[in-house]
């Protein structure tokens, strides 16, 4: 054994050590052991919902559980038909208001500008759209106007944005097919708009619009001339949505919902691609993909159940739009 093991071997253990063992458990562990549960968490414990948890809900008379007959079911039920020109407008009217406040809460509510018309069932070349001035948010089915097509207000007391009428009343003149049409100036449309160019089919939902969008590059200015409404019509041609260079995106569609949720779903699809550009090189979706995904999400009626899960929480959280 060497001199310094001896040495360790011999050295006296620190007094500290030895208290250290016999040291007493403070007493405030000891009264943490004894603490008793919190009232806050004994009243956690006897909820309902946590009992339901805990509990089985099942007893002796639960009957058991009845499976129906099986059903393939992948879509929705259609959407009946209205049994009146009155139950039509009134339809319309309901959907119209929903969408002012939808595109409020998207945040596409910029100033004054910005509509959205409504063809009427009666009188095929009146809309309806909204009050001049109106904040989208507060825009209920009592504040809609009805506008002829010399763009003379009938019903309601405006007064109407001009742009609204040179823009919407040449696309349903050059468009019978079109119930609603809708043009803001959102954050991300009006960006897009910038660069002159349509969009690529980047993902699955900007497929919606896959040789579907065109672009009117003729900007100029605010559009007051029923002239240049009818130019924008023109470029829009058959499809469902243009893009307004320097200006914004408009969207038109076989019912309200479908140019609503459209309107909604094109500002989507610009801000993808605008993020998509800034972070590198996109890569696109090969044409034919590109085709069939049209076909498969960017049908009128897919739009319509869209906006009406949107539609549903609206008017729960707000009901007075329908008023």
Known sequence: MTDLSAALQNTPRPQNASAL???????????LQNTPVPHSARALQNTPALQSVLTPQTTA???????????????????PPRDS????RRYRQE??????????????????AGHITARDPEW????????????????RVSDLLLVNAQGEIVIGEGPVNQAAFAIHAAIHEARPDVIAAAHTHSLYGKAWSTLGRTLDPL????????????????????????????RIAA???????????NHGILTAGPSVEAAAWWYIALDNACHAQLLAEAAGTPQTIPHDVAALTHEQVGRAGGALFAFQSLLEGLVEAEPDVLT
Request: charged content about 25%.
């Open 95 to 112: 959907r119209l208001a929903v969408a002012f406040r939808l595109f409020a809460r998207y945040g596409f509510d910029q100033g004054l």
């Open 124 to 139: 095929p070349d009146h809309f309806w759209v909204n009050p001049f001035g109106k904040h989208f948010s507060r825009i």
């Open 235 to 245: 470029a829009l041609g058959e499809r469902k949505a243009v893009i307004l260079k």
């Open 85 to 88: 020109i009155a139950a039509e």
């Open 61 to 79: 008379d639960t009957p058991p559980l009845q499976r129906q007959a099986p059903l393939r079911k992948f879509w929705f039920d259609d959407v």
């Open 203 to 230: 993902t699955q939902d900007s497929c919606a619009f896959y040789q579907d969008h065109t672009l009117f590059d003729d900007f100029r200015g605010v559009v007051l001339d029923t002239d240049e409404g009818a």
């Open 21 to 31: 063992k016999n040291t007493p458990t403070p007493q405030n562990a000891s009264a």
